[in-house]
């Protein structure tokens, strides 16, 4: 097999059993058997469990975030452009989270927190480097700060009622409270100041 053929064997596998089982409760054997290689074969391509799964969800984030940045619709002004672009990122950074890795590994687990911290920093790098592809938004320093601003504010808020939340229901809620009574405020702010 060639080698980005091997990667990507490794990937749909991990994926598969990701989304069935959760990141905690699958094994490094389990992913190797789905792709039909060797256990030591996913190490040759892959640091660790940890890795595969990072991989993944940059995979995942990178085509979602590159279609959500695409779909601007023309007739939205920029206020309620960037309100649209959060709250689907942050939906999207939900279900990367209650998909990929499952909750209870994120709640339970010690090295989750890190995890997390790494990705939301490169998603929110992500972002920005997807924002300013976007001839629409101005490229001044002092923008792309406010811009960062409003994704730190609206990634950390999300996260916090994501890892507090005891139910989906109660997700939906804060997301909807989210949206109506902090969003408006923080989008004013970043493109206003």
């Known amino acids: 097999m060639e080698a980005d053929k ?11 059993l990701f989304r069935k089982f959760g990141y905690h409760k699958t094994s490094v054997n389990e992913i190797a058997k789905r792709a039909k290689i060797a256990k030591a074969t996913i190490y040759k391509y892959f640091d660790s469990k940890e890795h595969v799964l990072h991989t993944l969800l940059m995979d995942y984030i990178r085509v979602s975030v590159d279609d959500l940045i695409l779909s601007n619709h023309p007739d939205m002004n920029e206020e309620a452009h960037l309100a649209n672009l959060i709250m689907k990122t942050c939906r999207l950074s939900y279900t990367v989270c209650n998909e990929f890795i499952g909750w209870d590994f994120i709640r339970e687990s010690t090295n989750s927190q890190d995890f997390l911290k790494n990705l939301s920093n490169e998603l929110e790098d992500l972002l920005m480097a997807s924002f300013t592809r976007i001839t629409a938004i101005r490229k001044t320093d002092n923008y792309q700060q406010r811009m960062r601003f409003l994704i730190k504010c609206s990634k ?30 923080l989008v004013k702010a970043a493109i206003t100041i």
């Open 6 to 16: 091997i990667k990507d064997s490794i990937k749909r596998a991990a994926q598969d």
């Open 156 to 185: 950390s808020i999300v996260f916090s009622f994501a890892f507090t939340s005891v139910s989906d229901s109660d997700v939906r809620k804060n997301f909807v409270s989210f949206q109506k009574e902090i969003l408006p405020y």
